[in-house]
């Protein structure tokens, strides 16, 4: 587990990926750890961290990756790394933690070959963003063939498919756009709770 850790050496940083140090940082509280229980060190890329796993400098890195990721792909095939299972009470504070940008996503044990059980993992969400300018008919548009042609982008992208509605509306870091807003009462999906988030959001985007 993460704990196991203690003592270790762990690719935890990158300057040009601050998400990482986020995900170390969190951890570490969640488990009541500081960063003086383990050793964290910084590369500058993830080939860097995964050499560093191959030869043995570092114990363990936190890098990014997406669906059926090859580098992580390679490190199980060849048994030369495993994956760390992080249990859902200290994931749920880590999560808690990183606050709503971020998300669970479990990778399942047919994903990669060698893993034991289902592994949970940080899902960064991707925002398509669009300024206030934007009239509310473009982005509306353009939302409605995302939902409507979800089968053909889940065609030229693999991570499409992981992509589903439920996640969108779950937990949002930034309010919705007029056009989205339009689009989800029109599908019957927005509600009192949603129409409660996008209150907050817009007032604390005010305040900025």
Known sequence: SFADLKGKVLVGKRRSLQELELITKALLKAYGMTE?????VETSDTKGAIQALEVGSVDA????????????????????????????????????????????????????????APVNAFRLKAILVAGEAVPADTVYQVGKVLIDRHADFSRVHKAAAEWTIDNTLESPP???????????????????????????????????
């Open 36 to 40: 003086k229980d383990l050793r964290i």
């Open 61 to 116: 890195a936190i890098f990014p990756g997406g669906v059926y990721d090859p580098n992580v792909t390679e490190l199980m095939e060849r048994k030369t790394a495993v994956l760390v299972p992080i249990d859902d009470q200290h994931f749920a504070k880590a999560l808690e933690e990183l606050g709503p940008a971020f998300g669970k996503f479990t990778i399942p044990q047919k994903m990669y070959r060698n893993m034991s």
């Open 174 to 208: 930034i309010p919705f756009h007029a056009g989205m807003v339009r689009l989800l009462k029109e599908r019957k999906l927005w509600n009192s709770t949603l129409q409660a988030t996008q209150d907050k959001l817009e007032k604390e985007a005010r305040r900025k």
